[in-house]
């Protein structure tokens, strides 16, 4: 068995802890490791291979290492230019491991869900494996115990035909609004549809190309047509966008006649918004979750989630409080299901608080803005030990650096040259310029910017140790020393 892990969504309903850049999956929301690193760490049992991992193409850097935080490896990355949903993804990794001469049952699971009892999963697992090796599509259902509203609902009936404990699915219900859910629940025929997934890889290829040829064929061609880099398989742009935009409960599991459900119950949350964090954590005395410098006075059960400055709330029931350095979100807890909205209105007013961080991380670091106006910007640089930033060029903006800690290797045109603790520099408009690590600690430097034009996209890359000459459209030169 060889699990999937689809690590593409933007979780954009956990906004503003949660960006596009920087998703939910990468946060450690529920414990001192990330969705995405729990994730693995629950499948590290015998019988279970390392994974494939699907995930956007801007988010390769932090898979690989949050994976090398926990030494972890996987079997290939399947790097997306941007999202066609889970039916695609998943065509892909299948049609890789047939290319490879290799039909394993594949373990479909978000990098972004929170299961508590992992030996509940692996009976779980079992009983799935009997029914996928005999052919059958299985997914895992967690009985429905309360009005969810913000989950997919699947009814399900006994076949004689099945295995004992897994059941025939009847017919999918796309997300109901609160009374349809009460009626659901009260039934007990009902579901909520975890969005995990065990089936052969060949088996869901030929359902996929059954009932969504036009997938079937655009992933072939895609595949065929991406690059490969060591494991990772880099997916063609261009035909990748002319594939349909569809899930697997769509394209298959609907269709199909041989769905199944085996039941989950191993305390399962997708963490899809800021009520399931608050009910997968720890509370006080009076129901509050709290992280972060945060006092809490007369309130209950509230969520207050701070980073960084002092979070105090008086009085307040049910509310969610999320304090980070560029923005602040404060919501009734019954009400989170419109953060996604706010998060689209934000988009449409071209805020950029919904894309990164104030600290915003590359392959070589990070940086994190400390202050800007109309013509500076000020900014904390933090590079790895023994890492570059690539050589490059800006039209608009000059630079000074002054190094904190570590030591810095400077390029600037034809010099190069080191600078220590407390020393700076000045890196002129359109000078060709590096700034690398060679040392053995973290160099940290402040760098102050100026100019007409502070964006990002003011920079023409010449050499680039992590491949980003090409992806950003600018035309690789050779610097000739």
Same mark, same amino acid.
């Given at each position: ?15 503003? =802890?949660? /960006? ?7 946060? #450690?929301?529920? *414990? @001192?490791?990330? $969705? +995405? ?83 509940? =999963?692996? /009976? ?7 029914? #996928?090796?005999? *052919? @059958?599509?299985? $997914? +895992? ?341």
């Amino acid at each position: 068995m060889i699990p999937v892990i689809l690590s593409g969504g933007s979780g954009s309903r956990l906004w503003p =802890l949660s /960006r596009k850049q920087f998703p939910k999956q990468f946060l #450690a929301l529920t *414990g @001192e490791h990330t $969705l +995405f690193q729990q994730t693995l760490q629950r499948l590290a049992f015998e019988g279970m291979q390392n994974p494939i991992v699907v995930c956007n193409k801007d988010h390769r850097f932090i898979v690989t290492e949050q994976l090398s935080a926990l030494n972890l490896a996987t079997q290939g990355i399947l790097l997306e230019p941007f999202g066609r949903n889970t039916a695609p993804a998943v065509a892909i990794a299948a049609m890789k491991l047939i290319n490879e001469g290799r039909d394993e049952l594949m373990l479909v699971l978000p990098a972004d869900h929170v299961i508590d009892d992992h030996k509940a =999963l692996q /009976r779980a697992l079992a009983l799935a494996t009997v029914a #996928a090796e005999r *052919g @059958e599509m299985v $997914l +895992f259902g967690v009985p429905a115990t309360k009005p969810e509203t913000g989950y997919g609902y699947i009814k399900s009936f006994a076949d004689e035909q099945l295995t004992e404990g897994v059941l025939r699915v009847e017919r999918f219900v796309e997300k109901p609004d609160e009374a349809r859910a009460t009626e659901f629940v009260a039934s007990g025929d009902y579901f909520w549809n975890s969005g995990m997934f065990l089936f052969r890889a060949s088996r869901y290829l030929e359902e996929l190309k059954k009932h969504d040829p036009d997938i079937y064929d655009t992933c072939m061609l895609a595949l065929e047509r991406s690059k490969r880099s060591d494991d990772n398989i880099d997916i063609d742009s261009a035909t990748f966008a002319q594939c349909p935009d569809n899930s697997i409960d769509y394209a298959v599991m609907e269709k199909t006649s041989r769905a199944c459900v085996v039941p989950l119950i191993a305390g399962w949350s997708d963490v899809g918004s800021w009520s399931s964090l608050w009910d997968v954590n720890a509370k006080d005395a009076n129901g509050n979750v709290v992280k972060g410098d945060v006092i809490v006075q007369d309130s209950r059960n509230c969520l207050v989630h701070g980073n960084g400055k002092l979070v105090t709330i008086i009085g307040l029931d049910d509310i969610v409080v999320v304090e980070t350095k560029d923005a602040m979100m404060i919501a009734r807890k019954d009400k989170d299901q419109g953060v996604k909205q706010l998060v689209n209105t934000l988009n449409g007013l071209g805020r950029s608080e919904t894309q990164n961080h104030c600290e915003v991380y590359r392959p070589w670091g990070s940086y994190d803005s400390v202050d800007m106006g109309g013509r500076f910007q000020v900014k904390r640089i933090s590079v790895k030990p023994g890492a570059c930033l690539s050589l490059q060029m800006h039209h608009h903006r000059a630079e000074h650096w002054i190094v904190v800690s570590g030591t810095a290797e400077v390029t600037c045109d034809e010099n190069v040259f080191l600078l220590t603790e407390n020393q700076s520099t000045y890196i002129p408009i359109a000078s060709v310029h590096r700034l690398k690590n060679p040392g053995k600690i973290p160099l940290e430097i402040i760098e102050v910017q100026s100019g007409s034009y502070l964006g990002e996209d003011d920079i023409e890359r010449f050499e680039d140790v992590y491949g980003r000459t090409a992806e950003t459209g600018v035309k690789t030169q050779t610097i000739v020393r």
